[in-house]
């Protein structure tokens, strides 16, 4: 499984756009990307995953740079219910499943 | 919506004691996991299976048995608990070929 860097922590202003890096320079050919964020007192909920190139979808997009060892996960205009730990994790499709998390970025949104 | 549910939510026991932790999904998925989340820690791979009677070794096992009895019904056992388990622990469920993963509510767990 590949590892995953994150920023441990970033902030933000309400109404602005939010970049969350993710590097996993030992990604594999088989492997995935996702993305989770967790918010106080709740555990972890699926927000977006991708393989290459770019990934949208109703709450983030994804970006996944051409030899895929960088991953940013954008936030439009987040608001301060987007205060979370965001996981991003990387794992492949196989029998064993296993599915590690980092210890995360947390967003803090301020007012 | 996917549904994983989590008993006890919340749980104290004495060093030495013996505490089950359960887990039950009704998505009819084939994996389930047990985590524990610690400040500093993230979340951490406890045990993990792939079906009944599966039981597969997380990242950090010492301490911790699991049995997965049905499809639906994934365990937790502590048998001889220590303050250093005390700590969130999530159960979470996830398709054979999807691994987006769904998380119950998490049971607090203190061991005094």
């Known amino acids: 499984l590949a590892k995953t860097t994150q920023p441990p922590s970033m902030e933000a202003y309400e109404g602005q756009e939010v970049n969350v890096s993710c590097s996993h320079t030992n990604i594999a050919t088989s492997e995935y990307i996702y993305w989770y964020r967790q918010v106080p007192h709740q555990g972890p909920q699926f927000i977006i995953q991708?393989?290459?190139d770019y990934v949208v979808n109703e709450v983030a997009s994804l970006f996944i740079s051409a030899d895929r060892k960088l991953s940013t996960l954008s936030l439009p205009w987040v608001s301060l219910r987007d205060a979370a730990v965001y996981y991003c994790i990387v794992t492949a499709l196989s029998n064993t499943n296993k599915v590690v998390f980092g210890t995360g970025t947390r967003l803090q949104v301020l007012p | 919506e996917a549904a994983v549910t989590q008993s006890p939510r919340n749980k104290v026991t004495v060093t030495g004691g013996n505490v089950t932790l359960s887990c039950r999904q009704t998505?009819?998925?084939?994996?389930m996991y047990w985590y524990r989340q610690d400040t500093g820690h993230g979340l951490r791979l406890i045990h993990y299976?792939?079906?009944?009677?599966?039981?597969q070794i997380g990242d950090v096992p010492d301490g911790y048995k699991a049995t997965r009895t049905t499809q639906e019904d994934f365990f937790l056992l502590l048998e001889l608990a220590s303050p250093s388990q005390t700590s969130l622990y999530f159960c979470?469920?996830?398709?054979?070929?999807?691994?987006?993963?769904?998380f119950g509510k998490g049971t607090r767990l203190t061991v005094v």
């Open positions: 299976s792939y079906g009944a009677g599966n039981l």
């Open positions: 979470a469920s996830s398709g054979q070929r999807n691994t987006e993963v769904f």
């Open positions: 991708g393989y290459k």
């Open positions: 998505n009819s998925h084939n994996y």
